[in-house]
């Protein structure tokens, strides 16, 4: 069997601060690229040399027209900040693809929650899930007006887009599962997807248990190896018989059905 995940010196095409903390790199990453499916992540070495020693989780944000990786991510500690700092040119030590994705559904009406940095790997699901035919709602929420992340991206896709914010700044004044309930009923979605903070996450989760909608979320666990070996970044799930184990986030995850996670854990 091919094995997809590789080990790539990607080039960096091109990076871009779109808010004072985000940036978008996209990185030129044929192999990765052409394996990668909505909801894996690439694992980056953010040094060029062992310190810091982890590399770094990033979602795979979208695959672009000339099949450039483009990431999308926050600078917050060392490892993004070394990111925030490479320039067209540069070299970075890319992991990828890893981790199991979102599924993807056809001929569907299809709803996704994303709650602020939780567009991140619900993008490409859009893009996705409208080549197979699908009916895409983009519910999409942030603090504020400032906040909402890929609005033209996303303004330019054939979605049905549906804004919320916190202090009503754009859309529905409260968060964006409050907003996604206001459209929920029975029947009104045949799949649902999240990504975002996790009580937001856990709230979409009770929300379509209640109406028997299936659903998937993407988690995030502080990772180490990032292929399945360390054990580092273990959740607790329910199996079929309702017993609880851990899997790993990295190997099993990021997306789980968000029925089978345990969300008080
Ligand atoms: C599967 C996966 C996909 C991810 N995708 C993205 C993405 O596309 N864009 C993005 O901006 N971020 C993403 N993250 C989070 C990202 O990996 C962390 O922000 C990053 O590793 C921090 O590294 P650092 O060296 O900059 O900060 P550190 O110095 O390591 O940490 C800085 C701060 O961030 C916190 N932190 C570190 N790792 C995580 C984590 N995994 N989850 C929550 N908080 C963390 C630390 O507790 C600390 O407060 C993802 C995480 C996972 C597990």
């Not at 999308?72 to 990828?96: E, S, Y």
């Not at 994303?114 to 197979?132: D, I, N, Q, T, Y």
């Not at 979605?189 to 209640?210: I, K, N, S, T, V």
């Not at 079929?240 to 996670?261: D, L, Q, R, T």
Request: charge should be neutral.
């Amino acid at each position: 069997m091919k094995l997809l995940t590789e080990i790539l010196e990607a080039v960096v095409l091109a990076s871009s601060q779109i808010r004072p903390d985000i940036y978008l790199l996209s990185l030129e990453a044929p192999t990765i690229s052409r394996d990668a499916r909505p909801g894996q992540f690439v694992h980056i070495r953010c040094s060029h040399t062992y310190d810091p020693l982890l590399r770094r989780p990033l979602s795979i944000h979208d695959i672009g027209s000339k099949g450039e990786l483009v990431l999308l991510f926050q600078a917050k500690g060392r490892g993004t900040a070394w990111l925030a700092g490479q320039q067209a040119g540069n070299r970075i030590n890319v992991l990828g693809p890893v981790g199991q994705g979102f599924s993807i559904v056809a001929n569907k009406k299809v709803a996704i929650v994303a709650g602020g940095l939780g567009v991140v790997p619900l993008l490409f699901l859009a893009r996705k899930l409208l080549e197979s035919d699908n009916e895409v709602n983009f519910f999409l929420g942030a603090q504020d007006c400032d906040k909402l992340l890929r609005l033209e991206a996303l303004r330019r896709m054939e979605v049905n887009l549906f804004l919320a914010t916190d202090d009503g700044s754009a859309g529905f004044k409260g968060t964006v599962t409050d907003l996604w309930k206001k459209h929920l009923r029975p029947g009104a979605f045949d799949w649902a997807y999240a990504c975002g903070p996790q009580a937001e996450m856990a709230e979409f989760a009770r929300l379509a248990e209640r109406v028997a909608l299936p659903a998937e979320v993407s988690l995030e666990e502080r990772m180490a190896c990032g292929i399945g070996l360390c054990r580092g970044c273990v959740t607790a799930v329910c199996d079929a018989s309702g017993h609880k184990k851990y899997e790993n986030v990295c190997s099993c995850g990021p997306v789980f059905n968000a029925a089978a996670v345990c969300w008080e854990d």
